[in-house]
């Protein structure tokens, strides 16, 4: 009893530590990478290429004090940022990084981490209600009905994938496609010969999901001063940084293991961990690179995208697929 | 539906172009100069406040004739002279000559507009544009340029 305990703390602090680091390192890469993308160097002062600007950034932010704005919902105000960060550490639990490295394998994994997913719309919900100011409301309207809209086709496509390999569990969905990049559920099989464009329309999803640009229209600098978050300052604003980087891990690790093939190899050799590292942070980078690439949707684009074609062509392929798994 | 389709493909496409921009842009090396550690050389035509010119022995080139202060819209320029008595060879024989010698040169920055007028109306040469640019201060003295003295720190 003693033992599960102890290994439930240490896989928690596990999960939060590798959320941190990352949410504050990929804030860093993110920085450098749009400087490089815009021909200027990005952060560089602080220490070798700039490594120090996260500790010194967290530092700055959490000294800082928190204001809450007068007439403001105390409560939901301060829970909100919180609701952004934890349900993505949450996530983390489930998510095997390989074979053998996973906090607590569930056979409903999938299920789970959508379940999740969905209550960052909440805290986006919450802290545009609770900061009353008419910019965080119409903010949070955008990305509630963005968040809303853009989670049918990718649960569409992930009931397309749970029909084909008839399991929720992300381990067996990871085992499901070793041996090669042949064996990857990205690549068209006989059942599915859609499998790219599902492909591409989970890593638009999930692009949308984490309310980067091009479809930031929760957090419009240009339009609403700073979006959802104009209100926070201090660590609250931190939370809600560090939640939308640690979205952006987990966006990257689901599209590895539903699609990628998990830890295994390209060529089926040397399955581990670092396969799965290499492939989310080569995903992570490609969402840097469009970040930085293109401008941003208007919220009419942004929802005709979803409405009128990721969510029809799913529901193609995921009649497509049923009906071919039917005759094969 | 023809229409549908063409609008995804031709969409997908022009995104695709855009993406294979910024990752040739990623490789190329940064444009831009990192200020207070670098700075950049001011171009020929740059033209920062003004600068007295030397002659050959080092002197300033000014004669002292006032245009430079008479021309000045702002009165930002003031400049005293002194005599001094030098003996120079005339028509074979030396003579006890009079020549007006700089002995200050002052320019007011807080005033100055940069017009040029001074440069303009200089007859001899004597003044010319200074590339400095990193001219911030909090205090008012530190635009009082002595010219005089910056000619001869810049020769010594």
Same mark, same amino acid.
């Given at each position: 009893? /003693?033992?599960?305990?102890?290994?439930?703390? *240490?896989?928690?602090?596990?999960?939060?530590?590798?959320?941190?680091? %990352?949410?504050?390192?990929?804030?860093?890469?993110?920085?450098?990478?749009?400087?490089?993308?815009?021909?200027?160097?990005?952060?560089?002062?602080?220490?070798?290429?700039?490594?120090?600007?996260?500790?010194?950034?967290?530092?700055?932010?959490?000294?800082?004090?928190? $204001?809450?704005?007068?007439?403001?919902?105390?409560?939901?105000?301060?829970?909100a940022?919180?609701l952004a960060m934890a349900p993505a550490i949450m996530s983390?639990?489930t998510?095997?990084?390989?074979?053998?490295?996973?906090?607590?394998? $569930?056979?409903v994994g999938v299920l789970m981490i959508f379940a999740f997913a969905s209550l960052g719309a909440m805290s986006i919900l919450l802290?545009?209600?609770?900061?009353? %100011?008419?910019?965080?409301?119409?903010?949070s309207?955008?990305a509630v009905s963005q968040n809303i809209s853009y989670e049918i086709p990718m649960l569409i496509t992930v009931i397309?994938?749970?029909?084909?390999?008839?399991? $929720?569990?992300?381990?067996?969905?990871?085992?499901?496609?070793?041996?090669?990049?042949?064996?990857? %559920?990205?690549?068209?099989?006989?059942?599915?010969?859609?499998?790219?464009?599902?492909?591409?329309?989970?890593?638009?999803c999930s692009?949308a999901e984490t309310n980067?640009?091009? @479809?930031?229209?929760g957090?419009?600098? /240009?339009?609403?001063?700073?979006?959802?978050?104009?209100?926070?300052? /201090?660590?609250?604003?931190?939370?809600?940084?560090?939640g939308?980087?640690a979205n952006?891990?987990i966006g990257? /690790?689901l599209?590895?293991?539903?699609?990628?093939?998990?830890?295994?190899?390209?060529?089926?050799?040397?399955?581990?961990?670092?396969?799965?590292?290499?492939? *989310?942070?080569?995903?992570? @980078?490609?969402? *840097?690179?469009?970040?930085?690439?293109?401008?941003?949707?208007?919220?009419?684009?942004?929802?005709?995208?979803s409405?009128?074609?990721?969510?029809?062509?799913?529901?193609?392929?995921? !009649?497509?697929?049923?009906?071919? !798994?039917?005759?094969? | 539906?023809?229409?549908?389709?063409?609008?995804? +493909?031709?969409?997908? =496409?022009?995104?695709?172009?855009?993406?294979?921009?910024?990752?040739?842009? +990623? +490789?190329?090396?940064?444009?831009?100069?990192?200020?207070?550690?670098?700075?950049?050389?001011?171009?020929?035509?740059?033209?920062?406040?003004?600068?007295?010119?030397? &002659?050959?022995?080092?002197?300033?080139?000014?004669?002292?004739?006032?245009?430079?202060?008479?021309?000045?819209?702002?009165?930002?320029?003031?400049?005293?002279?002194?005599?001094?008595?030098?003996?120079?060879?005339?028509?074979?024989?030396?003579?006890?000559?009079?020549?007006?010698?700089?002995?200050?040169?002052?320019?007011?920055?807080?005033?100055?507009?940069?017009?040029?007028?001074?440069?303009?109306?200089?007859?001899?040469?004597?003044?010319?544009?200074?590339? &400095?640019?990193?001219?911030?201060?909090?205090? =008012?003295?530190? +635009?009082?340029? &002595?010219?005089?003295?910056?000619?001869?720190?810049?020769?010594?």
């Amino acid at each position: 009893m /003693s033992l599960t305990i102890l290994n439930a703390v *240490i896989a928690v602090v596990a999960a939060i530590a590798f959320a941190a680091v %990352n949410a504050a390192y990929l804030v860093w890469a993110e920085r450098r990478g749009a400087g490089r993308i815009q021909r200027r160097p990005g952060p560089n002062v602080n220490g070798p290429l700039g490594l120090l600007q996260p500790p010194c950034d967290g530092i700055k932010l959490m000294a800082k004090q928190i $204001m809450i704005p007068g007439g403001a919902d105390k409560a939901l105000f301060m829970v909100a940022p919180a609701l952004a960060m934890a349900p993505a550490i949450m996530s983390f639990v489930t998510i095997p990084f390989s074979d053998t490295i996973v906090a607590h394998s $569930m056979n409903v994994g999938v299920l789970m981490i959508f379940a999740f997913a969905s209550l960052g719309a909440m805290s986006i919900l919450l802290a545009g209600w609770g900061s009353r %100011n008419k910019y965080a409301v119409m903010a949070s309207v955008r990305a509630v009905s963005q968040n809303i809209s853009y989670e049918i086709p990718m649960l569409i496509t992930v009931i397309t994938i749970v029909m084909m390999t008839g399991t $929720m569990d992300l381990k067996e969905l990871v085992a499901g496609q070793a041996g090669g990049m042949w064996n990857w %559920n990205a690549v068209p099989s006989l059942a599915s010969p859609l499998m790219p464009v599902s492909f591409l329309i989970f890593f638009i999803c999930s692009l949308a999901e984490t309310n980067r640009a091009p @479809f930031d229209l929760g957090e419009a600098e /240009s339009e609403l001063v700073a979006g959802f978050h104009t209100e926070y300052g /201090s660590m609250g604003f931190g939370l809600f940084f560090m939640g939308e980087y640690a979205n952006i891990v987990i966006g990257a /690790s689901l599209i590895t293991i539903l699609f990628l093939g998990g830890w295994g190899c390209p060529l089926g050799l040397f399955p581990g961990v670092w396969w799965f590292l290499l492939k *989310i942070y080569i995903l992570i @980078f490609s969402f *840097i690179w469009i970040r930085w690439t293109f401008p941003r949707t208007t919220i009419y684009g942004l929802l005709n995208l979803s409405w009128k074609i990721l969510i029809p062509i799913s529901l193609f392929n995921l !009649l497509l697929t049923a009906g071919l !798994l039917k005759v094969f | 539906m023809g229409a549908y389709f063409s609008e995804i +493909f031709l969409g997908l =496409k022009s995104l695709v172009i855009g993406l294979i921009i910024t990752f040739k842009e +990623f +490789f190329k090396p940064v444009v831009t100069v990192p200020y207070p550690f670098k700075t950049i050389k001011m171009s020929e035509r740059y033209r920062g406040h003004i600068e007295l010119i030397e &002659d050959e022995e080092g002197n300033p080139k000014c004669i002292s004739c006032g245009a430079c202060q008479r021309a000045c819209p702002s009165g930002s320029i003031s400049l005293a002279s002194k005599s001094v008595e030098y003996e120079a060879m005339v028509k074979g024989e030396m003579k006890t000559k009079k020549k007006k010698v700089l002995t200050k040169y002052n320019l007011n920055f807080t005033t100055c507009s940069l017009c040029g007028q001074c440069v303009e109306n200089c007859n001899f040469g004597a003044i010319t544009f200074s590339k &400095d640019y990193n001219l911030a201060s909090s205090r =008012k003295e530190d +635009f009082h340029f &002595d010219l005089l003295k910056r000619l001869q720190e810049r020769n010594s």
